[in-house]
């Protein structure tokens, strides 16, 4: 797999990942990897399941979050989050994903600053979505324990 970003500091948010080239849709951006698991969540974490928490080696540690996300995930074998292109995406871009995709409840972003029309405000959770965001996260790619939580809700 071919490096098609760079780390970046940006003025307001911190270090975030751009890309340097571009990507087609579905194309695998990084392997993220389980590098430690967060005692207590807290705004670095990625939910991997239902009570745990884990941090992801970088770039996968740093994607941004957005509303109208560029990015998907999918778990992998290395207790993480392989991070793949929900569109194509354009050197330049900030590399993002809609941490609803991980999270059953969001605290990482007070207030949105992604641009998007459809911006929330804030990061919002799978679980706190609207049922037409939980199909829209669903259908783009969301981690195993929220795909199987939501089907078991679609079932009722």
């Known amino acids: 797999m071919t490096k098609k970003y760079k780390i970046i500091q940006h003025q307001n948010i911190g270090r975030i990942v751009v890309a340097t080239d571009h990507y087609t849709q579905n194309e695998l951006v990084c ?8 005692p207590i969540r807290d705004t670095h974490s990625l939910q991997v399941g239902e009570q745990k928490h884990v ?10 979050h957005s509303c ?11 207790g993480g989050y392989n991070f793949y292109a929900a569109r194509n995406i354009q050197s330049g871009e900030v ?30 959770g799978f ?9 829209h996260l669903h259908y783009l790619g969301v981690a195993n324990y929220l795909r199987k939580w939501y089907k078991s809700q679609k079932q009722v």
Request: proline share 4%; with cysteine.
């Open 55 to 64: 941090y992801l080696d970088e770039p996968a540690q740093l994607f941004s």
């Open 31 to 38: 392997v993220g990897k389980r590098t430690g698991i967060a």
């Open 127 to 135: 679980k706190e979505a609207s049922p037409d965001l939980q199909a």
């Open 95 to 124: 590399l993002a994903f809609h941490y609803g995709m991980s999270e059953a409840e969001s605290v990482a972003v007070s207030v949105c600053h992604c641009g998007a029309t459809n911006c929330s405000g804030k990061s919002i």
């Open 68 to 78: 109208e996300p560029n990015l998907y995930i999918m778990d992998n074998e290395f």
